[in-house]
C-alpha cells in the first residue's frame, strides 16, 4: 500500500525560504517519477518540479527556476522541496505526486497536499 504524506507548509515572509518533505511509504523511486505539484486558489494544479525515476534529471516550472530545487532521499524514502526567494506567485497548496513506470507504469499516487502561503 502505497501513501504519500507531505509536510513542511507553513506561512512565510516573501523572500524567505521552506522545505517541503513527502514521505513515500512504499514506493521504489527507480520505478517512479517524483514531482511537486501546486495550486493557487482559484487558479489550476500545475507541475512545479519534477525529478526522473532514479534521480538523474530535474525539471522545473520556468517560474521557479533558479529558486527551487528538488531532491530525494532513496535510504528515507522521501521526496523534498526547497524553495528560496518566495513570492507571492508562490502562495498555494503543493501536492506531492508518484507515476509509475516500466512494471507499475500507469500506476500514480497523489498526496493530501501542504499549504504555502507568502505574504508581508
Known amino acids: 500500500q502505497v501513501q504519500l504524506v507531505e509536510s513542511g507548509g507553513g506561512s512565510v515572509q516573501p523572500g524567505g525560504s521552506l522545505r517541503l518533505s513527502c514521505g513515500a511509504s512504499g514506493l521504489s523511486f527507480y520505478y517512479f517519477v517524483m514531482s511537486w505539484y501546486r495550486q493557487p486558489l482559484g487558479k489550476e494544479r500545475e507541475l512545479a518540479a519534477e525529478?526522473?525515476?532514479?534521480?538523474?534529471?530535474?525539471s522545473y516550472v520556468d517560474s521557479v527556476k533558479g529558486r527551487f530545487t528538488i531532491s530525494t532521499d532513496n535510504a528515507k524514502l522521501t521526496t523534498y522541496l526547497q524553495m528560496n526567494d518566495l513570492n507571492a506567485e508562490d502562495t498555494a497548496v503543493y501536492y506531492c505526486?508518484?507515476?509509475?513506470?516500466?512494471?507499475?507504469?500507469?500506476?500514480?499516487?497523489w498526496g493530501k497536499g501542504t499549504l504555502v502561503t507568502v505574504s508581508s
Open positions: 505526486h508518484a507515476r509509475g513506470t516500466g512494471y507499475y507504469n500507469d500506476m500514480e499516487y
Open positions: 525529478v526522473s525515476n532514479g534521480g538523474s534529471r530535474t
